[in-house]
């Protein structure tokens, strides 16, 4: 991380530059804050994390923080103060500074605070970078993880090519978004995108909606009805969730995309009809198949070319833009701003119910704000409160949410010394987030913890944790 050091104190820019370059930093000084605020002006500054004296030669720290705010940079600034007293610290904090630090303190607790600030920057640069993307004139398909550029490409290959085509996905991944992405590329998009749910309409109805029916074939058919099979003449059928649809009417179903013709209900004759048939399920249709739930020529008539619609666990990369974009659309002619602590608290769910979920959870959020911006208290209380827990289990089976600092394929590391390690870093980052939820407060965490305080405490000092610099 790039870290810039606005400091006269030259003893106290020394340490802070040892601590840092041995914490792995890019480090630039100077004790002239006038550069830093040219820097500014012509956009070049890049730093992650500024660390600013409050009491410089010439001019208050204070006001520098202020330019900082006022040129949008994405910077977090550290106040560096030697003033004890409260009045400093509030000034500095409703001036924008990320945090403040007084003078002296010690090693770890810079570390600390130069990681948290370095990660709000980052979380920072996310969501504008997630506001500028939205700008551009194709957001049918919100994203740009890998998960979702190989999407893409699959749409480009197959949006001209007329072939029937399978989207598997899990619920609320946007499966339907996919098919229509599929139809508006290709040239069938001047004509109907048609969208059935073949789950929600009753067995008793949905010959009816796929095939039409004609006046008086049963009762309560009033009047002659074209089916969704003529509706999307010319154009696209999405026939979502395949997998719930009845077996009898998946026989009339494959009768109709064998032959091209369509009877309706009650009625005499066919018609012929032209239409590109996409269907989406987020059943198992081999195992539907192999349980005699799902014809088995009709699945070879739909499975000619596979799609899948990827979970939100597995394109988190994509969380930033996904929410800018659900903040945009149901926001208002001002739709609020998401603080990077809630983004935060976002990345780390699970996402079971997806996209969908995820929309559902920024309606609550802009409903429950207090202000123009969202705060992590204003997301539903599932995921403010399990985020954390439920992105370590969804994670158990990677090394690296462990923290373990080896590789496994080495065999000089013992199963007790792999443990131990383990073991370690887990308990290190369960206090680091029981503290951030607790801001500071020892005695709220230990409770939480189920330990005494006194024992609590004893746990912050092994792993060098000062309780003083989670405080909000």
């Known amino acids: 991380m790039k870290v810039m050091v606005v400091e006269d104190d030259d003893e106290v820019a ?5 601590r840092l370059t041995a914490d792995g930093c890019a480090i630039e000084q100077t004790s002239d ?45 550290i106040m560096l103060t030697g003033d004890h007293s409260a009045s400093t ?10 945090y403040y630090l007084t003078k002296p303190f010690q090693p770890h607790q810079l570390s600390a605070t130069i990681q948290a600030a370095a990660r709000q920057s980052t979380l920072r640069r996310e969501l504008a970078g997630a506001r500028s993307m939205l700008d551009q004139p194709d957001t049918m398909l919100v994203g740009a993880s890998a998960a979702m550029r190989k999407v893409r490409a699959s749409l480009e290959r197959l949006a001209d090519q007329d072939v029937p085509i399978l989207i ?5 991944t946007g499966k339907e978004l996919i098919a229509r992405a599929l139809h508006d590329r290709g040239p069938r998009s001047g004509h109907p995108f048609v969208a059935l749910n073949c789950g929600a309409i009753p067995e008793s109805l949905i010959d ?7 006046k008086g074939a049963f009762t309560g058919a009033a009047i002659d009805r074209a089916g969704v099979f003529v509706e999307a003449e010319g154009g696209t059928l999405f026939l979502d969730e395949i997998g719930d649809m009845p077996l009898a009417v998946q026989a009339r179903l494959l009768r109709v995309l064998q032959e091209g013709e369509v009877r309706p209900v009650g009625g005499s004759g066919v018609r012929k009809i032209d239409v590109r048939v996409i269907a989406a399920t987020h059943v198992d249709l081999h195992a539907a198949v192999e ?30 833009v996904l929410a800018a974009h659900f903040l945009r659309k149901h926001g208002g002619a001002k739709p609020p701003g998401l603080s990077p602590e809630a983004l935060d608290t976002m990345v780390a769910y699970t996402w079971p119910g997806n996209v969908r979920e ?94 005494d305080r006194t024992n609590f405490r004893r746990l912050l000092q092994r792993h060098a944790l000062d309780a003083t610099t989670f405080k909000a």
């Open 14 to 18: 020394r340490a802070i530059a040892r």
């Open 33 to 77: 804050p006038v550069p830093v605020i040219a820097r500014l002006d012509a956009g070049t500054a890049d730093w992650d994390v500024v660390l600013l004296d409050v009491g410089l030669p010439g001019m208050s720290g204070i006001d520098v923080l202020n330019h900082f705010r006022e040129v949008g940079s994405m910077s977090s600034v």
């Open 89 to 98: 610290a509030t000034t500095c904090m409703r001036a924008g500074a990320f």
């Open 168 to 172: 598997q996905g899990e619920s609320g």
């Open 208 to 214: 009816s909606e796929l095939f039409g029916h004609v």
């Open 291 to 320: 349980q005699q739930k799902f014809r088995q020529d009709l699945f070879y008539r739909l499975n000619v070319v596979v799609l899948h619609a990827p979970p939100l666990r597995d394109r988190l990369d994509d969380l930033p």
């Open 358 to 451: 995820l929309e559902n959870a920024i309606l609550h959020a802009i409903a429950m704000r207090q202000g123009e911006i969202i705060g992590r208290e204003a997301l539903p209380p599932h995921i403010a409160g399990r985020a954390h827990a439920g992105r370590r289990v969804a994670s158990a089976t990677s090394s690296d949410d462990f923290g373990l600092d080896f590789d496994l394929d080495d065999s000089t590391v013992t199963l007790t010394e792999a443990k131990r390690r383990a073991a370690n870093e887990f308990e290190r980052r369960y206090l680091i987030r029981l503290m951030e939820r607790a801001k500071g407060s020892v005695s709220e965490a230990a409770r939480i913890a189920g330990v």
